[in-house]
Structure formats: C-alpha cells, structure tokens
C-alpha cells in the first residue's frame, strides 16, 4: 500500500486538524480553490447540522482547540458547531457536559444556535454512545463520515484521499473477522464482532480492559443479576476468548461489606453451586477456571473458547453463536432465579 499520513499520524489532533481543515473548505471563498472539496464540505456541515442539501451556507469560519473543545465551526453567524473528535479513547470525566457549558454561554451572548457533535472513526459501543446522547450530542460515526467521502471520489487532494482511505482501512478492519480463522483475529476483529453482537443480542456492553499484561478487549452480554438484597451481582463477560461467569463485589456498584462477607467464601460458593445447576441442566461445558482470581470481579465458572466460539481453524458461524450465547444468558437467569427463590 501507498504510504499514508494518517496511518502515521493517527493521534485525534491529527484528525482534529482534518476536520478543522475539511470544515474551512465549506466557506464560499474557497470554491475557486477546488470545486469538488467545497462541495464537500458544504455537505460535512450540513450532515453535522442536520439541514438538507438545499440549506444554503454563506460563511463558515472554523479552527481547533478553543476552550479545549476539539473542533469548533461557526455557520452562516447563526449556528456553533461543536465537534468532540475520537478515534479510539472515549469521554474521559464529564469533559462533554463542560464543553456544552461554555458554548451555550458562548451562544447566549452572541446570539447563535448551538449544535453538538460527538466524531467517532475508532468503534464505541452502542451503550456508550447512547450516554453520549443523552447528554445533547449527536453522534457522526465512521460509517457516515466514510460514506460522505466516497461521494466525492473525483476529489484527487492528496490530503482527502489520504483521510478517506484510512477510513475504509479501518471500516474493513472491523468487519474482517467474519472471513478470518478464528485464530487469527486481532484486537479489531473482536470489537467487529461485538458490535455484531449488540445488534443481535440484548444487554450487551463492551470495552477495553487494561492490565499489566497488555489488557484485553471485554464484552458483557445479557443482564446483571443482583442477589442477596443487592449484596453482590453475577454476569456473563466474553473476555477476548473465554466465556466466563463473573460475580462483582464492588462497593461502587453493590453493597458488598468485607467486613461481614469474605470474597474468597462467596467465590467458592457460587461456584459450586454454578457447577451443581450447570450438571442438573446438562450445560456440561461449563467448567472450573484453572486457577480463581481474588477481587471486585471475579470468575466463577466458565466456558473455554472453542465450546462457544468454535474451533480456531475455522471461521465463525455467526447465527449459531448468537444462539449458543442465549442459551448461556438463559441459564444464568435460571440459576439467579433459583437463588433469589432460596433467599426468600
């Protein structure tokens, strides 16, 4: 492959600079310039706005980095635009409700409407993005992002093409995993099939877990079962391989007391009771974990990778892992049906 920019540079101000780039060739003074890109933009603003290709721009001024915020755009000196761009990181803190702040101050005294943007060529869970709305941002994914580039495939900038390749690089990165073997899928197949998985299963959430190891790539599937009044919960989380049964005792999302409850106790015993309903129900591939963590979260039981997934010299048969899955995601909700029985 041709070198690329942005196979290089792929740090967000990189994409930053882009969009920034992209926005200012949306002004009318820069059609002699080249016809096409303005076009372009024109478009990129009235896609971010939500207006149809009629809405006519007279004036577009945009840069980067004020107050923080990535991407800014002022339309026609009636409309903010402001853009969080992303790559592969995520909302940090409550950076988006800030920046919101600041440019609806900013809109106030200078009399514009303000619209928020949240930029994403990397891939975000769906559970993620809905937060994102919910605080008053529309979201601009790759997806849309690369189907406006590919309009304008007679635009020959270097710059341009250089940007919308890299997005078809890493639209096909996530989408390889249904041609792979399953032994050679990498950090991008697995989010590729998450996302599937969100759109064919309900209550799933994934993300990236970092540890000293390298971290792995984690997607939640079905809900969370809360047990004994709220005291601990047990769920089932794909970990980049193993399908495994987890209970949490955090004390930030449970009411877990170590002072009256020891983990190691609570552990064990969910997992012999797990591998008893496992034998009554004839789940025979759920199995011991060769060796228990201690923590917060923690395996109990688990269904190693090929028994779910299938072979690593084959590729994936999707329809019939989605069902493997459910049939997983139902049994966890007779055995937590079955303990909140005994509780009472």
Not at 256 to 274: A, G, P, S, Y
Not at 279 to 298: H, S, T
Request: with cysteine; proline share 1%.
């Amino acid at each position: 492959m041709k070198p690329n920019i942005f196979s290089i540079a792929t740090k967000e101000l990189h994409q930053d600079a882009f969009i920034a780039w992209l926005l200012q060739w949306a002004d009318p003074s820069n059609a002699i310039f080249d016809k096409q890109l303005h076009l372009c933009a024109q478009d990129f603003v009235r896609k971010l706005i939500g207006f149809p290709v009629t809405y006519e721009i007279k004036k577009v001024n945009a840069d980067r980095h004020w107050e923080n915020i990535d991407v800014w755009a002022e339309v026609n000196d009636e409309y903010l635009l402001i853009i969080e761009d992303k790559t592969f990181t995520g909302e940090h803190s409550k950076q988006l409700l800030t920046y919101k702040s600041i440019a609806e101050e900013y809109c106030q005294e200078n009399n514009f409407k303000l619209v928020c943007i949240y930029l994403k060529t990397g891939a975000e869970a769906l559970s993620s993005l809905k937060k994102i709305e919910s605080k008053g941002f529309n979201i601009f994914g790759r997806k849309e992002f690369l189907q406006l580039l590919t309009e304008f495939n007679d635009i020959t900038n270097n710059i341009f093409t250089d940007f919308k390749d890299r997005l078809v690089t890493l639209e096909k990165g996530y989408n390889s995993f249904e041609d792979k073997v399953v032994n050679d899928w990498d950090d991008n197949d697995w989010v590729g099939f998450y996302q599937f998985l969100e759109k064919n299963l309900q209550y799933v959430s994934w993300s990236r877990v970092n540890n000293p190891n390298g971290g792995f790539w984690n997607a939640g599937i079905g809900e969370w079962h809360y047990l004994d009044d709220n005291v601990y919960s047990i769920y089932l989380q794909i970990e980049q391989g193993n399908l495994c049964f987890k209970i949490c005792t955090d004390e930030r999302e449970v009411d877990f007391d170590e002072n009256k409850m020891d983990r190691r106790v609570l552990r064990n015993q969910l997992h012999h009771l797990i591998m008893k309903k496992a034998k009554e129900l004839n789940f025979m591939d759920i199995q011991r974990p060769d060796k228990f963590g201690y923590g917060n979260y923690m395996t109990v039981a688990l269904v190693y990778k090929d028994k779910w997934l299938g072979s690593d010299d084959k590729t994936v048969e999707k329809n019939t892992v989605v069902m493997i899955l459910e049939r997983y995601i139902s049994f966890l909700k007779e055995f937590a049906d079955s303990m909140r029985q005994q509780q009472i």
